[in-house]
């Protein structure tokens, strides 16, 4: 409901609804203050115009109402610092989870990639040494001959998480200063290099209920670009076989082949449905530094960890 | 005092007239010493690079409404070159300079010195009765210094690897690395180097040139013209010399280090162990890239209110001579002022609260941000207040200024999301924060700067602006302005990042506001036509418009009471001494609605008899 | 030109702030100076805080030479005030010894300075050697730019300046004080170096 008033992202976050509704409140402020004298302004110039008021008043406002209205915005400013913002603060940077399913995941950052380590079964991260690094089979240099190195998971741009879990995101970069964002988590951190610094949420959503959100019903013929779109149904023909089927991009292809079977309007939505945005300028490439994040129920993310492992020992 | 006055009356009122035309024509309009010539000579040059900062933010638009098409217009694309838009397409890397670039020249080489260096040297010394600045050789000098600086940064554009590109909050390491020297040369050549050299230049012409206005106010004001009296302008102008003299030296100090990191090889602000493009700096390391924006920032927002107070000044000037009657609570005004300049040394944090900062750092500049906020609502009421009652001319310097109050009442507002940390967690780095401050600098500070170009045009050349053309121009302005800046809080609240190439069209956040990007895209372009209303009007007046008479918006403040335009020495009479507080009008138990500063109760009286 | 407009307070005092205006002037000149090395010397705490390790300055930076140095400048700041003493004893000639003594002290603290830096380089230690090299280098450089521009001025007045002495010769003694401030300034800032960059111990 926030996020619709205001033109937010989803927030698929435990703590978004916070950041949501301080930025709600204060707009709310903002607004109430921007009407009020605007309207004050717009009857002043029209009563006061020299036509209908030829000679001014040497004195003018007489009463001091207005230095109370100033001490009430003060006060009105006073209580969202206090009463929301500076305890929300406190909690980002130290309370952080301690549960055991609590997640760890590194992420380094680099021009123009998001490298994504996970420390494995062991739990522990592999060490990293700049000396080892090699930007195409080892991008962050990690130590394979250290214990904890060996089951250590490495993903470029792909960040999957489960559903429901405190997780928390170790940041840093190699070169220069990045920003983390994941616009539905209500996350952003600068990375800096020579420091480590960690940021912690819980999702409380899939990546699959997020895209349920963000469909959209395309009629065609569109001018739309379906990029980066996938079904969000089973589409059948006539006959019974399946031409767009869910989770599929659909080809120019399938297009035809539905218009064909008399189906001219179709649901779909986006691949991924969440992203990691690059927010501070990094160069050149700066605004092609994506990051994907998928949000999987528990078993879907343990499917994903498996499936993770397996491709390492080969 | 008594002393003083022997002086002050002592100069012969026809030497100064018989010197003038000694004067060769370098030394009176190139290597004038006159605060007059330099306030012009600063306002033609800051208003042509405004308009190149314009052109460039114009190129951008394109690339942001339309990315990866070619421009439309194909003589641009021949004389940029292929190495900047190859193809016809706009190459990242130029993209990047352009943005930077625009920054760079409309705060540094624009906005500033057109509110401080030519309306602060224009109009200070003539609203404080003196006859010139305190020091003329100096401020001939802190003009050159400046132009210096400004050719630095144009010349930048033109080494191999084009001007700087990291932004013009130039962040270490970024900037340390970007088109970095193999060898001393290349490092010399390299646009991040000169832009940093370009920087030293102007901000030693903008510490020269403070120092000059605040001695100047505190020295030579008239006699009698005591700190209650002086017109609201002047003290927004002391304030703004306070906060260049004392926040810009940090800046040069960073400078310099910078300089020294990509000239000489130090690691100010490198960390150890970094990695670029698959192969370790070599540099002995240790440095910090916090230290760079702390340094940066402690500069940079004084710098945003050296942006505003003019701009306030200014509209305060402009709205007491409009609604003829006294500004409402000149005290609180005053006061405002003098501890909104204290506050702006202690916030800078506030535009690194996503650097890592701990609970105790963060609330501290929070709150500092969140008080900083009162002062700019108390003046902006005191400005707002004074309409009331009074007999309001909209003349063309009265529309702007007052548009002014709601569009910087809509960028300060949008100010109070992004202090309040946890909301900026989502706003920080979006188009949100563009949106705030270009509320603040273009409908706000632009406006007021205009308001002040349509209300003292007169007196600086003795010509009248054309009225029509001047609406057409304020309308056309307001309108397409609001619609360059407005989608931008949209697309920030989307999610959408600043100093993206492609406006966002990677991201699937900033699908549904792309669209937008056009509609700014073609405001922008409608504001740039409009402009040329105001550029033929600006030139066609100085030769062609119609001739005022000495004071002829009736207004109360010294410098009406020369001729205009003033001559060398200003106050052919000899210095004015000073009767009364700067807004005297429509005393009651007077005719005329207006009393200048340097008449006497009789004189005021007589003078009130005549017919007009 | 500007000598048709006589610009008030620039001789006397200016009575309800009792200022000439190039004392205004400077004043506000130091205060910027002291934002400009302050700057720098909060840069020296902060990297020198984040720091593992930090080098004792006295194991390769030469602190006899310094010592040296201290006392040149100091024997010049008080030649510096010696000079406008004598102005204000309306003796110029002694004027024209104690600033040519100031000068010269500059100028071999500028040679001191030159021989510290020549050994640095002989021995490899270069501005990027390590953060405490890039700190002395840019430190010292720039007060050695300070002192550079002082012997200007101060050989200005010396020289073709002196002129003034026989016009207004209130004004010329206010410039020479004005020089003075600054050159105190300078003065100070090696104060403050010396111990920082030589004697502090290493971490
Ligand atoms: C002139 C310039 C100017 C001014 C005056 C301001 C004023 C303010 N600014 Fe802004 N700011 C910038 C220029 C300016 N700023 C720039 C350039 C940046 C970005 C730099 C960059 O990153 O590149 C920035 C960024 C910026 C940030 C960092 C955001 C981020 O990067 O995440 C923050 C955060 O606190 C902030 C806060 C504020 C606040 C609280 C004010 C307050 O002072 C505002 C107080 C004012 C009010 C509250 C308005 C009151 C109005 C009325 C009473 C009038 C109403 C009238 C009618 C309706 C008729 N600003
Ligand atoms: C004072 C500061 C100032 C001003 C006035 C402006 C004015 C404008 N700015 Fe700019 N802008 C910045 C300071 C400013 N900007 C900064 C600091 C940044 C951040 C850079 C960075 O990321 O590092 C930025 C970034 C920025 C961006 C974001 C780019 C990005 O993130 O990728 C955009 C995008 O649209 C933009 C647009 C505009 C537009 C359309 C105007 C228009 O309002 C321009 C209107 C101009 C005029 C109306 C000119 C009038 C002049 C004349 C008519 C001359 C007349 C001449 C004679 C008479 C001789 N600006
Ligand atoms: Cu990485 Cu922008
Ligand atoms: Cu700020």
């Known amino acids: 409901m926030m996020e619709k008033l205001l033109g937010l992202p989803i927030n698929a976050s435990a703590h978004g609804v916070q950041i949501d509704r301080l930025i709600l409140w204060v707009h709310v402020l903002m607004l109430v203050l921007f009407v009020g004298w605007i309207a004050f302004f717009i009857y002043t110039i029209a009563r006061f115009r020299r036509g209908r008021n030829p000679k001014a008043d040497y004195t003018g406002v007489k009463t001091h109402a207005s230095s109370y209205l100033e001490a ?72 394979r001959s250290d214990p904890h190195g060996k089951d250590d998971i490495t993903t470029v741009n792909q960040l999957h998480i489960p559903v429901n879990r405190p997780i928390i995101i170790e940041l840093t970069t190699k070169d220069v200063i990045h920003s983390f964002f994941l616009p539905v988590m209500r996350v952003k951190q600068d990375t800096i290099p020579g420091m480590i610094i960690p ?56 297009i035809n082949k539905l218009v064909e079977n008399g189906i001219t309007k179709i649901s779909v939505g986006p691949r991924y449905s969440a992203e990691i945005a690059c927010a501070q300028l990094c160069g050149l490439g700066h605004y092609r530094m994506k990051g994907f994040l998928t949000i999987h129920e528990q078993a879907d993310y343990d499917k994903w960890l498996k499936e993770q492992l397996e491709e390492l020992e080969q | 005092m008594d002393q003083a006055a022997v002086n002050y009356h002592g100069v012969p009122q026809t030497h100064a007239e018989t010197h003038d035309h000694e004067l060769s024509f370098w030394r009176k309009y190139i290597f004038s010493t006159d605060h007059k010539i330099i306030g012009i000579q600063y306002g033609l040059t800051s208003l042509c690079f405004l308009f190149f900062g314009f052109c460039l933010v114009m190129m951008m638009r394109w690339q942001l409404a339309y990315p990866g098409q070619a421009l439309p217009w194909p003589w641009l694309t021949k004389l940029l070159g292929d190495a900047r838009m190859p193809g016809g397409v706009m190459a990242p890397e130029f993209y990047n300079q352009l943005g930077a670039m625009h920054g760079t020249i409309m705060v540094f080489l624009g906005v500033v010195p ?123 102008q002391l304030v703004t010399g306070f906060l260049l ?164 009442g809509i960028g300060g507002l949008t100010g109070l999301p992004l202090g309040l940390a946890t909301a900026d967690i989502h706003l920080h780095d979006t188009y949100y924060v563009i949106g705030h401050f270009h509320y603040v600098v273009a409908p706000g500070t632009l406006f007021a700067l205009f308001a002040g170009i349509y209300f003292w045009f007169p007196k600086v050349t003795g010509r009248q602006m ?22 931008m ?66 207004s109360t403040t010294l410098e009406w009471a020369t001729p205009t335009p003033p001559p060398h020495g200003n106050f052919p009479a000899g210095p004015p001494q000073v009767h009364r507080g700067p807004y005297e009008y429509s005393v009651p138990g007077y005719e005329k609605d207006f009393i200048p500063q340097h008449l006497s109760d009789d004189e005021a009286k007589k003078k009130d008899k005549e017919k007009p | ?141 720039l007060h050695g730019l300070h002192v550079i521009g002082g012997m200007i001025v101060n050989g200005y007045l010396w020289g073709p300046g002196a002129k003034m002495w026989v016009t207004e010769p209130q004004r010329f003694t206010n410039r020479i004080e004005v020089a003075g401030l600054y050159w105190h300034f300078v003065d100070l800032v090696w104060i403050f170096l010396f111990p920082t960059l030589y004697l502090l111990p290493g971490k």
């Open chain 1, 72 to 143: 009430v915005i003060a006060v009105l400013e006073i209580v969202l610092l206090v009463g929301i913002s500076i305890p929300f603060w406190s909690w980002k940077v130290s309370a952080f989870p301690t549960e055991p399913d609590t997640v760890r995941i590194r992420v380094i950052a680099q021009q123009f990639a998001w490298n994504i380590q996970y420390p494995g079964p062991d739990g522990v991260f592999g060490r990293t040494d700049i000396k080892l690094v090699n930007e195409q089979t080892n991008p962050i240099g990690l130590d």
């Open chain 1, 199 to 254: 940021v912690h949420f819980v999702a409380t959503q899939t990546s699959d209920q997020l895209r349920e959100q963000l469909a959209t019903t395309i009629q065609f013929p569109t001018t739309k670009s379906l990029d980066g779109k996938v079904a969000m149904q089973d589409y059948a023909g006539k006959d019974g076989s399946v031409i767009a089927k869910k989770g599929r991009a659909i080809s120019t292809d399938t």
């Open chain 2, 114 to 236: 057109l509110a401080v260096g030519a309306f602060g040297n224009y109009l200070v010394p003539l609203q404080i009765g003196a006859q010139d600045m305190a020091f003329p050789k100096l401020n001939m000098t802190s003009y050159w210094v400046y132009f210096l600086g400004g050719l630095i940064m144009l010349g930048s554009f033109f080494v191999p690897g084009g001007s700087a590109q990291s932004g013009w909050t130039s962040y270490s390491p970024l900037a340390n690395i970007t088109v970095p020297g193999n060898s001393l040369e290349t490092a010399l050549l390299s646009g991040q180097t000169i832009w940093l050299i370009g920087m030293v230049f102007l901000i030693t012409s903008s510490l020269l040139g403070s120092i000059n206005t605040i001695t100047t106010i505190i020295q030579l004001r008239a006699k009698g013209l005591t700190w209650m009296r002086l017109p609201f302008f002047v003290w927004a």
């Open chain 2, 245 to 408: 003299v004392l926040a810009f030296p940090p800046l040069e100090a960073a400078g310099v280090m910078q300089l020294m990191d990509r000239v000489a090889g130090t690691s100010f602000f490198l960390p150890s162990g970094l990695v670029v493009s698959g192969k370790e700096l070599l540099v002995s390391g240790g440095g910090s890239a916090l230290l760079w924006q702390h340094l940066f920032w402690f500069l940079a927002h004084p710098e945003v209110y050296v942006l505003i107070l003019p701009a306030m000044g200014i509209v305060a000037e402009v709205i007491a001579n409009n609604t003829r009657k006294p500004l409402w609570g000149y005290k609180s005004l005053v006061y405002s002022v003098v501890f909104l300049g204290f506050m702006s040394f202690i916030v800078w944090a506030h535009h690194m609260f996503l650097t890592g900062m701990g609970t105790a750092i963060n609330a501290f500049f929070q709150t500092t941000t969140m008080i900083i906020s009162i002062p700019s609502i108390i003046i902006l009421t005191a400005l707002i207040l004074s309409l009331w009652g009074g007999s309001i001319r909209f003349t063309v310097p009265m529309l702007f200024a007052l548009a002014f109050l709601p569009m910087f």
């Open chain 2, 466 to 487: 054309n009225d029509t053309l001047g609406r057409i121009h304020f309308w056309g302005s307001f309108i397409f302005i609001n619609g360059i800046f407005m989608p």
């Open chain 2, 489 to 554: 809080f949209i697309q920030g609240m989307a999610g959408v990042s600043r100093r993206l190439y492609d406006g966002g069209t990677t991201y699937l956040h900033a699908e549904h506001v792309l669209t937008l990007n056009k509609v700014m895209t073609h405001s922008a372009y409608a504001l740039a036509v409009v402009q040329f209303v105001f550029i033929g009007n600006f030139f066609w007046s100085i030769w062609r418009g119609r001739k005022p008479k000495d004071n002829p918006w009736d």
């Open chain 3, 1 to 141: 030109m500007s000598a048709a407009i006589e610009i008030p307070y620039n001789v006397e005092e200016r009575p309800d702030t009792g200022l000439y205006n190039a004392k205004l002037g400077i004043w506000l000149f130091l205060a910027s100076e002291v934002m400009l090395f302050g700057a720098l010397f909060s840069t020296y705490v902060l990297l020198r805080t984040g720091a593992e390790h930090w080098e004792h300055g006295a194991e390769f930076l030469s602190i006899p030479m310094a010592t040296v140095n201290t006392a040149v400048l100091i024997a010049s700041s008080v030649t510096m005030v010696m000079s406008w003493i004598s102005l204000k004893m309306k003796n110029l000639a002694r004027f024209r010894g104690f600033m040519g003594a100031t000068i010269l002290c500059g100028l071999a603290f500028l040679v001191i300075k030159i021989f510290e830096y020549k050994a640095k380089f002989d021995h490899g230690y270069l501005p990027s050697t390590s953060t405490f090299m890039a700190i002395y280098f840019t430190m010292t450089g």
